[in-house]
């Protein structure tokens, strides 16, 4: 079964991530599926999930894991890279250069949130 979680994604970009607003939007849509379908895996299947894991995890309780998708996207992405023998060797380290068609303030607070480190904001790149 599927759910839709809108809100999640307006919580994850305001950094609403906790507290009484996050919890309760989280019992709003995973109640009814914990009650009727009683699953013992959860996949987070949006980019924007990964920062309300705390709040999910506070309505699912542990008996039931949760499937970060970002992460296994992560870590499918190495094991490609490392097949095709793209992965940065440690020679250098690489340059992170954002492009985002939102105002780059915005853009600045938000991904900070998901990257857990501050974000520089430029209206131009270079």
């Known amino acids: 079964m599927s759910r839709a ?30 009650a009727q379908q009683h699953p013992d895996t959860l996949v987070l299947g949006c980019t924007h999930f990964p920062v309300l894991v705390e709040v999910v995890r506070s309505v699912t309780g542990p008996e039931v894991a949760l499937v970060d998708s970002a992460a296994t996207t992560a870590i499918a992405l190495e094991r490609i890279l490392g097949r095709e ?27 900070s949130l998901f990257l857990h480190e501050p974000i520089s904001a430029r209206d131009e790149p270079g």
């Open 5 to 34: 979680c809108p809100l999640f994604v307006a919580l994850a970009e305001e950094g609403m991530t906790s507290g009484p607003i996050a919890e309760a939007v989280a019992h709003w849509y995973l109640d009814e599926l914990l």
């Open 85 to 111: 023998a793209l992965l940065n060797a440690g020679r250098s380290p690489g340059r992170l250069q954002f492009l985002a068609t939102d105002g780059p303030e915005r853009f600045a607070r938000v991904g």
